[in-house]
C-alpha cells in the first residue's frame, strides 16, 4: 500500500502569515527534508508555506541553495514573498531591490515592495513603487488603491480623492464591483 499523499495548504500571497501561530514548522520540516537540495522540488512549497515558521523554515533551506545559482527574478521573488510571510521585512525588502537592480521593470516585484512599504510604514517608498507599477500599467487597480491608501496616511487629501476615484473606476471596468464599492467605502471621507 502506498504512502498516504501529504495535503499542503493553498498558495497565499505575503500576506500576513507572522501574525498568526497555526502550523508548525516541523510539518514545514518533512516537506523540505523530502525536498532534500533539489531546488525545483524546494521552490514548489514555497506557495504552500503559510505561516510566519513554515516560511521562516523554507527561507532558511532555500538560502543556501539559492545563493550557490545563478540569479533568477522568480527564485528571488519566492525569497522576497518567503521572507516576508516570516516577517523578515528588512530581508524582504533587500531581496526585492536586488531584482530591481537588474529589472526596474518587474511589476511583481514592484507590488511586492510596495506591500512591504505599507507594512513597514515606508510611505514615500510604497508611494514610488505604485506610481512606477501605474507608469507600466495605468490599468492597475491594486496599484491606485495603494496609493489613495498611502496618501490617506500622510493627509494628502486631494490626492486619496484621484486615486480612490481612479482605483474604484479601474475596478469597475474589471468588472470586480464589490471590491470597487470596498475602494469606495473606505476612502470616502
Known sequence: MPPPERQLPPPVS??????????????AQAAIAEAGQNLAALLALEPHMVTAAQ????????????????FSEPRQLAMVRLYARAGEMKHAELACRLVLQRNLDSLPCLHLLADI???????RDGILASHRILRLDPKDAPAAWRLARFYRIIGLERDVD???RKAVQ?????GHHAIADQVQSTTSP
Open 117 to 123: 512599504c505599507e507594512v513597514k510604514g515606508q510611505h
Open 14 to 27: 505575503i500576506g500576513r502569515a507572522w501574525e498568526t501561530s497555526e502550523g508548525e514548522p516541523a510539518d
Open 162 to 164: 484621484i486615486w480612490s
Open 55 to 70: 516560511a521562516q523554515t523554507l527561507a532558511e533551506a532555500l538560502k543556501p541553495v539559492v545563493d550557490t545559482e545563478p
Open 170 to 174: 479601474l475596478y469597475h471596468e474589471m
